[in-house]
């Protein structure tokens, strides 16, 4: 088990590398100019040079790769306008347009995007397992037939379609803004309310899906059907014995869907307001801001193989067949 950890985190921290490293090629190694590009059109001969000597574009490629990797580890100094600032580690770059580090501008979007996703996530697994399980029991049913159905009504709806109409139509529901958490709990859960139903509501109908089909391949095995003829209560067997199997493929599922959407929530961000990561990329975008771009890039990579580790490692405990060498 810790051997099998140990060369997952390995090959975690391989891939988080690789993608530093294509990334920074793309977005500071490439044919244009990338200081003129993060400087703007309006852009000062002193201002380019504060940029060049910072970013140390003027160094060969594999030492500028080695100087941003070096400040992660132990933070690095930017010049901008004749002041010289201090980013500490990790440091993920300094963002010109907005005047701040851009581990500072992140660590103040995620918290935002974290809230929403996982919000939403506990709305739509509740929902998603809760609907594909009671399905799976009465398959073939009306009431089978009618939550496949709505499932696939609500599932040909584009996401950002979906969180339009809400913003529009849904004047009943809180406002959407972001409070943090520690200051009032009740206004953070109240503002982020319609982020929540949208996210769960849209993703609800895959889950019910995914759950059903696998709840009905669990409950024709013969370990169902073992418990069965002891004469234990179907209840019992089937939220203890069947749904327990049956949450692993839905586990590995939902471990790669929260992190794309840890990673990926630009929609809901930009619909109702909320400056999560989402929104903060998008602005980096339009503002050619490229070591905002670089910083989410790297967060995204590391959100998306750390997913998968977890993953990895639930499965020994939602199924008692899988041993991990």
């Not at 929609?267 to 999560?276: A, Y």
């Amino acid at each position: 088990m810790l051997l099998y950890i140990l060369r997952r985190v390995v090959s975690a921290i391989s891939v988080v590398v690789v993608t530093l490293v294509a990334s920074f090629a793309l977005f500071f190694l490439a044919p244009t100019d990338p200081a003129g590009v993060i400087c703007g059109p309006r852009c000062t001969p002193e201002r380019l040079a504060d940029i060049e000597a910072s970013l140390d574009l003027d160094k060969p490629a594999v030492q500028q790769i080695g100087l941003y990797m070096k400040g992660l580890v132990v933070g690095r100094d930017y010049t901008a306008g004749g002041v010289t600032t201090h980013c500490p580690a990790p440091c993920m770059g300094y963002s010109y347009t907005l005047g701040q580090p851009v581990t500072k501008l992140l660590a103040q979007a995620i918290p935002v995007t974290i809230s929403i996703v996982i919000g939403g996530a506990v709305v739509y697994l509740t929902i998603g397992i809760m609907a594909g399980t009671i399905a799976a029991q009465h398959r073939g049913t009306t009431l089978d037939r009618i939550t496949v159905g709505s499932t696939l009504i609500i599932a040909s709806f584009p996401y950002f379609v979906f969180a339009l109409l809400v913003a529009l139509y849904a004047t009943f529901l809180p406002e959407s803004q972001y409070t943090p958490f520690l200051e009032d709990p009740i206004a953070w859960a109240s503002g982020l309310l319609t982020a929540w139903l949208c996210v769960g509501v849209t993703n609800a109908a895959s889950y019910t899906r995914y759950s059903r089909a696998s709840m009905i391949e669990s409950l024709g095995q013969d370990f169902v059907r073992t418990a069965r003829s002891k004469g234990i209560t179907r209840r019992r067997v089937v939220y203890r014995h069947g749904l327990r199997a049956a949450l692993t493929p839905v586990a590995t599922i939902f471990g790669i869907d929260l992190a794309f959407q840890l990673t990926g929530a630009i929609f809901t961000e930009s619909i109702f307001g909320l400056p999560g990561i989402g929104l903060l990329t998008l602005r980096a975008f339009g503002q050619y801001d490229l070591p905002v771009l670089m910083g989410g890039v790297l967060v995204g990579s590391a959100v998306l193989v750390t997913m998968n580790l977890v993953v990895d490692i639930l499965y020994t405990f939602l199924d008692p067949r899988v041993r991990l060498g």
